[in-house]
Every structure is written in structure tokens, then in C-alpha cells.
């Protein structure tokens, strides 16, 4: 058995009876030794007696929980007389392991955008913190582990964490979260005005996702869909979708976009459907002011990294809304994902693993690559588009 609070081992078995054996012990018992896990090495000898049957040499069989152990949960072992047909039982205390003060640390996603930005924070502390302090600098705090901040307005704001335990509290720590005035409505530009998502966490031959809410007649609808292989079928985009790209060198994931300009009367979901059963995980971002894409999209693709990186696309008009996604060969929201320096967080999706994010492009010309950043290596592939302008 693995005690997790104190890091050893515990080994449960009966001892040789013969005579003349320097370890052997009373018929019928069952004995305890106990290593470290950093030295497993255990001591000479037949160790301590947790189960006794005095009356019969015939205990054996002794088993206990299949999970690891702490000095919360105790440690209860069985033990079985065959002969007797009874069992045995001991309900062992463990020691308290040393508690240290927390070392606290965080992860922000996005780091910077456009307002209103939502930034997702991840307590990444050591040494067991069991409660978490938050002041996000915009007046607001929170006392949960892994809280989302959202900034309405354009500035510079410092978010602090302390993590603490019952041996103290560590020192604070802190990360800066750039925010950048969003562009007025009208003039040509394009916001971003909703969002829906969905995820098949269990294979399927498709995904459907909802409608964005308040969708009206001339938003341009972005999709983006993640899958952990096969395809999506060549039939297999819903009426009136036209595919942004489709980025598919890694085995996994394949990712592919599609846009759709909205008419006056939109369905409730759409539904793409694929080559074969697969994970998968999708969302639909609505634009207003937007008409259709600006330039052809730029894909890649790559083996497993802690990064991503996407070429730049050239855009033909000024203010063009530039769109990136990115999925990786993960369904876990333990690994995380940082979205590109200036760029928006529309979407952070798990069980299949994909973000997608935006930003403004004021003036036509090359808008440079754009990298994501990643806790822990995995494949990926995205594409880069920019959307033009009414």
C-alpha cells in the first residue's frame, strides 16, 4: 500500500513457521513492514503483527484497498482463514505527514486583449495549499482555486494569489493582465458578439452545436472543430457553410474551420458529421460588422510541443478581424493553453482540447505569426484567418 502524506510503502504477509528459520513467526499472523518510497528498502526481519489468529495457522490472503492511503483515510486490512472460513480485519493508524507552507505560483490565459477580456487563472502551488486568496485588480476577489477574472475596461492590472495551509501562507505572487479599449461599434468595424460551444467526449459520427444566441440576419458565424482523427466528411459541413481551412498533417488532432453569413432565419444548432467515429469538440463565434474573409487562411501543424506556432497571413483591408485556432492531441484541462500576445481568448474547450482566439487588425498588411503556448507538451495544428470588414 502507498501512503501519499508520508511517501512510503507498506507490505502486508505472513512469516515462514518452519523451525530454524531466523525470521519466523506465529502461525496465523500477518505482519506489516514499511519502507520509504524515495529508499524502498525494508528492514531485516519478519516486521510488526497487525492480524493474529491464535486458534489456526491459516490466515493468508491478505489484501486492503486498491487506492494510496493517508493519515486521513487510515489503512484497514483483510486477511482470510480458509479453514475456519472467517475473516480477519486490522484498522491501522498513520502518522501525520510534516506539513510545509505552500510555495504558491498561477498560470493566466489570456494574458492580454480586447476588452471585455475573461482570463482564465490556474493555481499551479506546491506543497498541498488548501485554501487560495485573489484580488484581480479590478476591485473584485475570489477565494476559489482556479476563478475567472473578467476586465471590462482598458488598462493595466495586477492580479495577486496567496495560497495557505495549516502551516502557514506563502508570499503573494502576481501576473499582469494587459487590456486593450475595444473598437466602437460602427465605422466598419467588427466585434465579436457570441459564442457556443459543444463537445463528444465519447466517440460519435458528428457534433452539432447551438446557434450563438442573438444571431441575426448578416453576422458572419466562425466555426472551429477539433477531432483526435478520421475527418470531417466531404458532405459533411451544414448547408450554406463554406470551409476556412482544414489542418490536418498531425494524426491528431485535425482541426478545420468554416465560416457562414447568417440569414433571417437560422436553425437552432448545426450539425457536422465525419469520415468516423472520434472525440471531438466544436464551437461557433458570431461577428458583426464582418462580410466574409478577408485572405486565404494559414494552417500548420506540428509534433509534441509546449508551443505552436502558426505563419502570419497578408490581410487586404483595413480593420480586418484576425482569427486563430488551435487544437491539441489532449481532452485533459490540466494542460492549458495560452492564446497569442494581443489576441482575445472567444473559447477555451476541454475534452477535446481547442482555443480559439481573435484580435483586430487596424491597418491591411502582414499581420505576423502567432503563437500559442502550452503546460505540457502535446501534437497540435491550427489555422490563421482574417475576416474582412463591411
Known sequence: MLDDENSEVHVFATAPTASGCSYSGAPGTIYEK????????????RGTPVIRDAASANVNNVTSTKQSVNSRSGLVVLASNNSTKRYWHADLPLRAGSVVTPAASFTASPSSGTAPLTVKLTDTSTNNPT??????GNG????TQNPTATYASAGTYTVTMTASNSAGTSPTVQKTITVDA?????????????TSTSVATTVATGLTISTPAGTASGDLLVSCLALNGGAVASTGSPAGWTRIAASTGAANPKVYGYYKVAGAAEPADYRWTYSSLVVSSGGIARYTGAAGLDTPAATASGASST?????????????????GCIGLNSGSASITITGPTRMSQAWDIAGKRQELDD????TAGTTGSRTWQFSSGREWAGWLAALRSR
Do not use: E
Open 34 to 45: 514499511t519502507a520509504s518510497l524515495d529508499n524502498p528498502v525494508f528492514p531485516s526481519g
Open 131 to 136: 485554501s487560495w486568496s485573489w484580488n484581480f
Open 140 to 143: 473584485t476577489t475570489s477565494t
Open 182 to 194: 475595444a473598437p466602437t461599434s460602427g465605422g466598419g468595424n467588427i466585434l465579436r458578439a457570441g
Open 307 to 323: 508551443s505552436a506556432t502558426v505563419g502570419g497571413v497578408t490581410t487586404a483591408t483595413d480593420n480586418a478581424m484576425l482569427v
Open 359 to 362: 484580435a483586430v487588425q487596424p
